[in-house]
């Protein structure tokens, strides 16, 4: 009875939930309530038109302030690849409930694999119409161990993965030269920002990380704001980048007006449009090359 009476609340939850990307060693995988909740989302609400000390790491309902278990990372395996649980819910992650509400799909339920609809796909709420449009997500991060000193100017984006969020596990690839974090660990941050198909909302998570196998003592660039560069590859920001900041009361970091090349508003996201490559963000280290490495150049690593 237990069981049907939790798939029900499930299935009743998800069905306007949005996106979050999952992993123990995320800040709020227990909810932000003070105890352990299975079913949280608290992570997944979308942020839009708040204050920079609302929105940067989730603050308006203390996300921050839930750090992971003490010894818990999410790993970057340097030169190979990380994989996190993007879901609506944890309860529809690995990380609960054995996995027995989790699908190949972010909600936990079947759909095509050309999924598309032409209006907006609103189950899961992935903002897009098909894959293809998906507008794209990142991870940044930061050498310091301390949550309250990240900051846009120090926090580098350092891998992207084109045509997501769309299914449940995606990994992300890590730059070979990624230097090794502090004995704390780092602090590293996902996000993206919708390519319009519903409000246009920005989400920005923090994790404990740290990077594995690092022989390089290479150091990351001071990140700059990205620029929208549709057409115009030398006008895009070179070298590392900040996240993306955009539709909030302040903090942003970009702004764009008018349509892009397809006739749509336009909307700033992790692809090429404002110059983020698919893959590993190799050109963000100090004396470094430019470039970027792809999905089918690394070595998948499974870590969720």
């Not at 990380?95 to 027995?100: A, D, I, P, T």
């Not at 799909?105 to 209006?119: C, F, I, K, L």
């Not at 993965?161 to 704390?184: E, F, I, N, Q």
């Not at 692809?271 to 698919?278: L, M």
Request: hydrophobic share 30%; glycine share 10%; net charge negative.
């Amino acid at each position: 009875m237990f069981v049907r009476l939790l798939a029900i609340t499930l299935s009743a939850t998800f069905v306007q939930a949005h996106l979050a990307a999952w992993h123990k060693g995320m800040y709020g995988l227990n909810g932000v309530s003070g105890s352990i909740n299975y079913n949280t989302d608290d992570v997944v609400h979308p942020l839009y038109q708040l204050p920079k000390d609302q929105w940067w790491f989730h603050g308006y309902n203390n996300v921050p302030d839930f750090p992971p278990a003490d010894g818990d990372f999410l790993e970057l395996p340097v030169g190979k690849s990380f994989t996190v649980e993007i879901a609506s819910n944890r309860g529809e992650t690995s990380l609960s409930f054995g996995g027995q509400y989790a699908s190949a799909w972010p909600d936990g339920q079947t759909y095509p694999d050309d999924y598309n609809v032409e209006t907006c796909i609103t189950s899961p709420n992935m903002h897009t119409q098909n894959e293809t449009r998906a507008a794209g997500t990142a991870f940044a991060i930061s050498y310091t161990s301390d949550i309250k000193q990240v900051t846009p100017e120090n926090l580098a984006v350092f891998t992207v993965r084109y045509h997501t969020p769309w299914k449940r596990l995606t990994s992300y690839d890590v730059p070979a030269d990624m230097p090794a974090c502090p004995a704390g660990g780092c602090i590293c941050a996902w996000g993206w920002v919708p390519n319009g198909c519903g409000q246009p909302n920005m989400y920005h998570l923090p994790y404990r990380c740290k990077v594995t196998g690092a022989t390089s003592t290479k150091a990351i660039g001071t990140p700059k704001p990205p620029v929208w560069c549709e057409g115009n590859p030398d006008g895009c920001t070179k070298g590392p980048k900040q996240m993306i900041y955009w539709n909030q009361q302040d903090g942003n970091n970009i702004e764009v007006d008018g349509y892009d090349a397809a006739g749509d508003f336009k909307s700033p996201a992790y692809n090429d449009k404002c110059g983020f490559p698919d893959g590993a963000q190799n050109d963000i280290f100090t004396g470094a090359s430019g470039g970027s490495s792809s999905s089918s150049s690394t070595t998948k690593v499974l870590i969720v």
